[in-house]
């Protein structure tokens, strides 16, 4: 691998235009693509095979009305009023409703019996003439602001319902920005120099922008989750900066050993740009696995990251290379000391004489580190996930407020409706009995209510919604459905968002131990190609699997048990959402191993040259350490500034994988690693031969010796183009 990917990494070298005009025509060629065929995005909320998708289908192919957009504009009134006293209000709010765009039918709340006992909450149900997939991300927010405009000091109107829950914009972070400028910070105290430190943050940002043209094309073809963009850009980035920080570093550090920029930039394309390649295929490849869960959105996640990622490891690998050789020995320009430091030695590095003494005592080191990682891990057995609701978004969000009124004046079933669906073309349930079925369902228990019957244009289908006594993030909920579900003639569905997400976790259930098999049997299988070892990559996947385990206890602790919540902007405890957990893994997975590969490359590098394990294991860690202590700072400022989001999920998405970043780098790569292999010795490298005489070679160290000498310039190519 590192003689294939010096190969394209010189050949870009040799000729930076071009790489860089390439580059230029491929972004346009993306973005026009994504601007003229890019589809819509939504989140695709069904299990094949489930009850709940063929419902959805029967109302699709039979019934298409009812899979159009709807919403509930909800009112109240203070306490000891009623809303007949703000009736001619409330008929203005929704004559103006009915006026919006769209809009094709406004309930009537007092005609209905939409309103509350005690007359202060009440609700009127609105149809739209588009499904939810044809409004597109934001499509309510016409009529949100059109609510929000209503409220006076006599009556509050909120707007809410699972549509305009689901189709609310994403609000960004405004603290991405500070992210980008910390990483800009740490790397300038690496580098020392202005120049060096905003190549790697002009790469990724190049990485990440062909990444997202990439999804909107991708998005022409399947159905990709809008939560795919910002998950996708946070990954790029943060991967984007380290993989150029990694090459960069290596090429400055065979500057200052002597070499020209020529025989420097291929000796770093051999050694920590086939490390690159091989840790962004290792994320990729994670990344892409989340298709075995069988479900769309996790599915478009998956793949929207490794689009992003593979455009990282691409810029890394192509135009890094043309842009150092652009540079020349301007990369050093804009030094922040007068003095220029000499680069220390190994034995001078703390990180050398913290490795020794950790290899002098390796027991209480490793016992200590397992130790406060299972302790970090262990609320991680307490968990108890949900899908998102409206219920857990922002207090001062309208589909908040709405749930939250919703709740206290019908009922926490309100907001968890079940919608079931009547197939009478199918021998069972006759158009004659479902008079009966709604009687027997309202009656079954745990069931409040039942609404009118509706039957489609063409007789088909019928369809009526029951309501449950307990709120959707419920486990009870789930408990009723299956109740339900098991009375029910054949030719009788239970759909609706509830059953959907109930569906959904079921499908999880089945096909997790999958996903995360296929994630570990790869890493492993890698990582043996590789290092041509068995115990190198066994001991990164359970070191890995630690630091997954501790930001999910992290998590748990803070999300779900309130542990300074508060700080981070909660309101309180929340559910420990369903699908952050899942899509953690492989990116915490994926960014795990690229640590494991470009700090154990680096060892095995010195111990191909020296064969001693002890002085290996220092001298790597010195060489990588303050790189690699960079990178993980750089991540972890990436990713923390999404805790800033107002959205929960995305608070756990980015507290978790910083948590994971900082594990990683700290207890695992300082403590666990060097403690581990001064136990094992050169079993560290142990391979049985006949699986050694199988295994094709793959390797990302630099050839002995170090030194890179069949990639030189020819007839000065590489020295004309320093200066464009």
Do not use: C
């Not at 809303?83 to 039918?105: K, N, P, Y």
């Not at 380290?242 to 291929?266: K, M, P, S, W």
């Not at 996790?298 to 810029?315: D, E, F, N, Q, Y």
């Amino acid at each position: 691998m590192n003689r294939f990917t010096r190969s394209i990494a010189m050949v870009s070298a040799r000729h930076p235009w071009r790489t860089i005009a390439s580059w230029v025509v491929v972004l346009g060629a993306v973005f026009a693509l994504a601007g003229s065929g890019g589809g819509h995005f939504i989140d695709a909320f069904s299990a094949k095979g489930s009850q709940s998708e063929r419902a959805m289908q029967l109302l699709e192919d039979k019934f298409p009305e009812a899979t159009q957009a709807q919403a509930l504009v909800v009112f109240a009134v203070d306490d000891g009023e009623t809303l007949e006293s703000q009736r001619q209000a409330v008929e203005a709010v929704l004559a103006d409703v009915a006026a919006a765009d769209h809009v094709v039918d406004v309930a009537d709340p007092f005609a209905s019996g939409s309103i509350s006992d005690d007359g202060r909450i009440g609700y009127a149900a609105i149809t739209l003439d588009e499904t939810p997939a044809d409004l597109g991300k934001g499509g309510f927010v016409p009529l949100t602001e059109l609510v929000d405009a209503s409220n006076t000091a006599d009556l509050r109107v909120e707007l809410g319902g699972d549509a305009v829950f689901l189709d609310a914009p994403d609000e960004s972070s405004p603290f991405e920005g500070v992210g980008i400028l910390i990483a800009l910070l740490v790397l300038l105290v690496a580098f020392g120099t202005v120049v060096a430190a905003l190549v790697p943050i002009g790469l990724a940002l190049v990485a990440v922008g062909a990444g997202i043209g990439g999804i909107f094309v991708l998005a022409s073809i399947m159905d990709v989750s809008p939560s795919a963009i910002p998950i996708a850009g946070i990954v790029g980035l943060g991967v984007g900066i380290d993989y150029a920080l990694f090459i960069v570093a290596r090429y400055r550090e065979n500057r200052e050993a002597g070499r020209d920029n020529t025989t420097a930039l291929a000796g770093a394309m051999s050694s920590s740009g086939a490390a690159v390649a091989f840790a962004g295929g290792t994320v990729v490849i994670a990344m892409a696995s989340l298709a075995f869960t069988g479900l769309g959105v996790l599915t478009s996640i998956g793949l929207a990251t490794a689009i992003v990622v593979l455009s990282a490891v691409t810029a890394a690998t192509t135009l890094l290379p043309a842009l150092l050789a652009l540079l020349g020995d301007r990369i050093d320009r804009g030094r922040l000391a007068r003095r220029h430091r000499p680069a220390k030695r190994a034995e001078e590095t703390a990180w050398w004489r913290f490795a020794h003494r950790v290899s002098g005592r390796p027991w209480p080191y490793l016992v200590g580190a397992v130790f406060a990682l299972l302790a970090l891990a262990a609320p991680a057995f307490w968990m108890q996930t949900a899908w998102p609701a409206a219920g857990d978004a922002p207090s001062e969000t309208t589909y908040r407020q709405a749930y939250d009124l919703l709740d206290e004046g019908f009922g926490p079933g309100m907001n968890g409706p079940f919608l079931v669906v009547v197939d009478l073309e199918v021998p069972g349930v006759s158009a004659a009995d479902v008079s009966g079925l709604a009687e027997d369902i309202r009656t079954s228990g745990h069931i409040t209510s039942v609404s009118e019957p509706q039957t489609s244009a063409d007789g088909s289908t019928v369809i009526f919604s029951a309501m449950p006594t307990t709120g959707p993030a419920d486990r009870e909920t789930s408990t009723t459905l299956s109740e339900v579900r098991d009375v029910l003639p054949p030719n009788v569905y239970v759909t609706g968002l509830t059953a959907m997400t109930t569906d959904l976790n079921g499908q999880l259930a089945h096909t997790l131990a999958i996903f995360m098999g296929a994630v570990l049997v790869a890493s492993f299988l890698l990582l043996m190609l590789v290092f041509r070892s068995v115990v190198v990559p066994l001991k990164a996947v359970v070191m890995n699997m630690l630091s997954i385990g501790a930001a999910y206890g992290v998590l748990v602790a803070v999300f779900q048990w309130g542990w300074g919540s508060s700080l981070i902007g909660l309101e309180g405890p929340t559910p420990i959402t369903s699908l952050i957990i899942v899509i953690m893994f492989p990116i915490l997975f994926g960014l795990s191993m690229d640590y494991e590969v470009f700090l154990i490359s680096r060892i095995r590098e010195e111990y191909e040259r020296a064969g001693d394990n002890t002085e290996a294991v220092a001298r790597g860690m010195a060489g990588t350490g303050r790189v690699i202590t960079s990178g993980a700072l750089i991540m972890i400022a990436v990713f923390l500034a999404f805790v800033a989001s107002p959205v929960p999920s995305l608070k756990m998405l980015g507290l978790g994988l910083a948590t994971a970043i900082l594990v990683d780098a700290t207890l695992v790569r300082m403590v666990l690693v060097p403690a581990t292999m001064a136990l094992l010795g050169k079993a560290n490298w142990w391979l049985p031969a006949w699986l050694d005489r199988i295994l094709p070679r793959l390797t990302v160290e630099a050839p002995a010796g170090g030194e890179v000498s069949d990639h030189r310039a020819e007839d000065g190519e590489f020295a004309e183009v320093s200066e464009p």
